[in-house]
Every structure is written in structure tokens, then in C-alpha cells.
């Protein structure tokens, strides 16, 4: 396979809303200033909004080379047609060769929908971006039939090559403020005719979940039993100062929020410690919690696959030996 | 397609022709009697925009030199009044001449210069266009660096 030289540049999408708590643009833009080194080319984000200043020159501090920014009032609120319009006019123009954007809510909406329209394939919630050393093309790592293996993917014929990473999986690279970039005012007309009009957006409320910062994380899944037995880990995590994190199907029995989700279609945490209790350990789970720096797993199966990936396992009820912790820890904090 | 370009500085930028930019020159600061105008580079310890200028009025009469933010020459009788992130500076008439303030963000700054700006011949340089200003005529629209003025200080 031959890389495609009508197509360069490594583009990602500039998805600046709930900036700063959501950082995976920035994480994207340090994987792509790695993959545009092996491709010898340049990393550009696209900004799309109004008033978008401050965020230029956030993302040329964490290093893009270049800013791509259609700046006008009518994007300020997010309409997907008007986005995915503009955008494929851009691509049309500018024919990058990979174009990543974070599998935020935002990201999942938009990037299927502006893959269809180009025709090009796309990979969604990719866990690694890597680019093959002899063909040039991105190989895209994702969780595939379930969960039960972990398939790489090319786009050999078609561009851009596109992929959907998750908030993250990737580290960013520090804030410089002595950076310099290029930034580049396409001159588009934006069409603003749409089938879906906007009435109203309103800010969730609620307490902020912060699991992408903790440095504990305290998971909870299926085998703790109870919504009243899921809560030891929240007791545990004020003692620890840390936050806790939910598998799918202990959301999926009530036991807690969706915003607490870890996984393949939650969020990715990299804490110093991670305490996973009643967890199976199913790869759709564990995808988001491979950057954690030391796992401790408690399962009642002496062989659930959790205990792969644990650095200390512990096997037994997993209530009752977080109830155990929960007191020891009392009677010395 | 078309498009513009400019270069943008993670710690500072002025906005400039609807574009971001470190810094702007207009003019040549060299000759000591003529039109003049530098928004310098902020380096990244700073966060205040750096003006530099020798301006005239729409008749082309000399009014005002500024360095670093600082009145030097007034013979136009200029009025220089700091506000918060800036300063502005009238006519003796009250009528506005030139404001320049500066927006923090959290880890950058966005400065904006409004204002109606002539030079020797009264031709209009510099004047307001949506958030920021239009300029006009022979200039340099994004510094790398911060500019080296000669050995006239200008």
C-alpha cells in the first residue's frame, strides 16, 4: 500500500465546549504532533464557534503548528448540519490525510455523520493511534464483537482516515506560553438552513464528577450487590479524597450515574491507585482503566479476568472487604 | 478556497484585520518625521499590549508620540487616561483618539486597540472594524519577535 500524496496534514477537531474540564483536544494534539513526526508533516486544529480566541491560542500552547478558525455568531450554539457542512468544505479544500476528534457526545454526533458524507471510514472510540511503519497509514485500535478483542483498523483507499478517541486515553503536553503558530481564516460561506432548529440549551446541573483528574478512583460493579452496598465506595472515597467510577451494569441497575461510567463509552482514567470491586473485568471496562499506575481488584472468582490486568488482587466478597477497608481506615485517618 | 493567514502567539495577541496577530507594524519607525505605528510582541512574562507610535491628525498635523505606552511628544495637546487593562487617550476636543485594552484569559491575553488612526498626509491608517482595527497601507501584520527599533529610539 502506497500513502495517498494528494492528501497531508493531520487535522483534529477543536471541541473547546466545557473547556477546561474537557481537555481531549489537547490530548489529541499531542498524539498527532507524534504521528505527524513519522509522517513529516503538521498538526492543524479546526476551530469552529464565536469568540474563539482564547482557545487558539490555548491549543498552539499545547502544541499545534497551525489553527484552522471559521470565528462568526451563527456558530455559536452547535447545529450538526451547519458543522457538518462547513467542515466537509474545509476537507474538500484543505484534503488532510487523518482527522481525529475526541469521542466526547459532541465528537460521537458529529464525526459519524461527516464520515458518511465524505464516504470515508471511520473508527470510533479508538483506545490507540498508531501509523504503520511501512504502508503510512493510521492503524486504528479498537474494542471490537463485544469487547472480547481489541481489532486494528485501516483505511487503505479512502481519506481523510478518521478516527474517535476517548477523553483520556492520550496525555497532553504542558502549556508553553512562548509558542508560535500559524492560524488560518478560510473564507466559506456558512450555511445556516437546517432541519433542526435550536430552542433552548441549558447547562446540566448537578455535582461535577471529576474522575479524569482523581488520583484514587474507587469502581464499582455488578458484584458489589446493591445500590446500599455500592455505597461503601463513596464512603471510601471521601476517606481517600478520591472519586468513584461505575461499570455499565451497575449503572444499568440504578446504582449510580451515567457521568460515572468507565469504559469504552465512559471515560478513560489514569489515578496513581484504582480500587475495582465486583468487576468482571470485560474489555469494554478495562480500556478505561489501563493507565492507571497500580490496580488493586477484589473478586469473589479466583479467575475473573480482572485479576489480568491487577497488580494486588483480592478474592472474596467484595462488599465485605471494602467494609473491612472502610473501618481499618476510619480508625487511622 | 480563499483564506487569510497570520501567525498567533500562545501568551499574546492584538487583533488586527478580523485576524489574530503577536504584532503589527505600520509605516517605516525609522524617519523621526513621519507616520508610524507598533503593537510589539508581549514576550511571555508580560500580559499587557506594548504600543509604540507617531501619529497625526485627519489634516495631517503631528499629535502624538507614544512609546511603550507612554505619551513622549503631545503637541496635539492629548489627553491620556489609564482604565482597566489599558489606557485611552482623547483630543482636547473629548473626541476619542485611540483606546487600547487588553483581555486576560487564563493562561493567554487578547489585546484590542479602537481608534482612528491618520498619518502625514491625512490618510487614514488605522480605523475600528468589529472587535478590533482595520489598517490600511504599508506595514508588517505579524511580528515573530519583539521589533528592534534604531538607534533613534523609535
Known amino acids: 500500500m502506497q500513502r495517498d500524496r494528494d492528501h497531508k496534514g493531520i487535522w483534529i477537531f477543536g471541541d473547546y465546549r466545557n473547556y477546561f474540564q474537557n481537555r481531549v ?27 474563539t480566541h482564547q482557545y487558539a491560542m490555548e491549543y498552539v500552547a499545547h502544541g499545534a503548528d497551525v489553527v484552522m478558525v471559521v470565528d462568526h455568531p451563527t456558530l455559536k450554539d452547535y447545529h450538526i448540519e451547519t458543522y457538518t457542512r462547513l467542515v466537509a468544505k474545509l476537507l474538500a479544500s484543505w484534503r488532510p490525510e487523518i482527522f481525529i ?28 493511534l498508531e501509523i504503520d511503519a511501512e504502508s503510512g497509514l493510521l492503524v486504528q485500535t479498537t474494542p471490537a464483537f463485544g469487547g472480547d478483542l481489541l481489532a486494528e483498523i485501516v483505511t487503505p483507499d479512502h481519506r481523510p482516515q478518521m478516527a474517535t478517541v476517548h477523553p483520556g486515553v492520550f496525555d497532553e503536553r504542558p502549556h508553553k506560553s512562548s509558542a508560535l503558530g500559524r492560524i488560518i481564516y478560510p473564507e466559506v460561506e456558512i450555511e445556516t438552513d437546517q432541519r433542526v432548529q435550536l430552542v433552548r440549551s441549558r447547562r446540566e446541573q448537578g ?19 446493591s445500590k446500599e452496598r455500592f455505597q461503601v465506595l463513596f464512603d471510601l472515597a471521601d476517606l481517600l479524597n478520591g ?12 446504582w449510580s450515574e451515567d457521568t460515572r461510567l468507565l469504559g469504552q463509552t465512559g471515560k ?18 478495562t480500556t478505561g482503566i489501563q493507565g492507571a499506575e497500580a490496580i488493586i481488584a477484589i473478586n469473589r472468582d479466583p479467575h475473573a479476568p480482572i485479576f489480568r490486568i491487577a497488580d494486588l488482587g483480592l478474592v472474596g466478597d467484595a462488599h465485605a472487604v471494602l467494609a473491612l477497608l472502610l473501618e481499618k481506615l476510619r480508625k487511622r485517618l | 478556497m480563499k483564506f487569510r493567514e497570520s501567525l498567533i502567539s500562545a501568551n499574546h495577541n492584538y487583533l488586527v484585520n478580523d485576524m489574530l496577530s503577536p504584532g503589527f507594524v505600520l509605516g517605516d519607525p525609522g524617519p523621526r518625521d513621519d507616520f508610524w505605528f507598533v503593537a510589539d510582541v508581549v514576550p511571555p512574562e508580560e500580559r499587557r499590549g506594548r504600543i509604540y507610535g507617531r501619529l497625526y491628525d485627519r489634516r ?18 492629548t489627553v491620556l487616561q489609564s482604565i ?47 472587535e478590533g482595527v482595520k489598517v490600511h497601507g504599508k506595514g508588517q501584520l505579524a511580528l515573530v519577535g519583539p521589533y528592534e527599533f534604531g538607534e533613534s529610539g523609535h
Open chain 1, 101 to 128: 476528534a475526541g469521542a466526547t457526545a459532541f465528537g460521537r454526533e458529529f464525526f459519524p455523520r461527516l464520515a458518511k458524507r465524505l464516504r470515508t471510514g471511520l473508527s470510533a472510540d479508538c483506545v490507540s
Open chain 2, 60 to 77: 495631517g498635523d503631528f499629535i502624538l508620540e507614544l512609546k511603550g505606552n507612554r505619551t513622549t511628544e503631545n503637541p496635539g495637546q
Open chain 1, 207 to 225: 455535582r461535577k464528577v471529576n474522575l479524569e483528574d482523581a488520583s484514587t478512583v474507587l469502581v464499582g460493579g455488578r458484584g458489589l450487590g
Open chain 1, 243 to 254: 472519586e468513584v467510577g461505575a461499570t455499565r451494569p451497575a449503572i444499568l441497575a440504578g
Open chain 1, 268 to 285: 478513560s482514567v489514569k489515578p496513581k491507585l484504582l480500587i475495582t470491586a465486583g468487576t468482571s473485568g470485560a474489555l469494554q471496562y
Open chain 1, 25 to 51: 483536544t489537547l490530548q489529541l494534539i499531542a498524539k498527532g504532533k507524534d504521528l505527524a513526526q513519522k509522517l513529516e508533516t503538521e498538526v492543524t486544529v479546526v476551530l469552529l464557534g464565536d469568540q
Open chain 2, 84 to 130: 482597566q487593562g489599558g489606557f485611552r487617550i482623547h483630543y482636547p476636543s473629548g473626541e476619542l483618539l485611540i483606546k487600547v485594552h487588553t483581555r486576560n484569559f487564563a493562561n493567554g491575553h487578547l489585546t484590542f486597540i479602537h481608534g482612528k488612526v491618520y498619518d502625514k498626509e491625512g490618510r487614514l491608517r488605522m480605523e475600528p472594524s468589529y
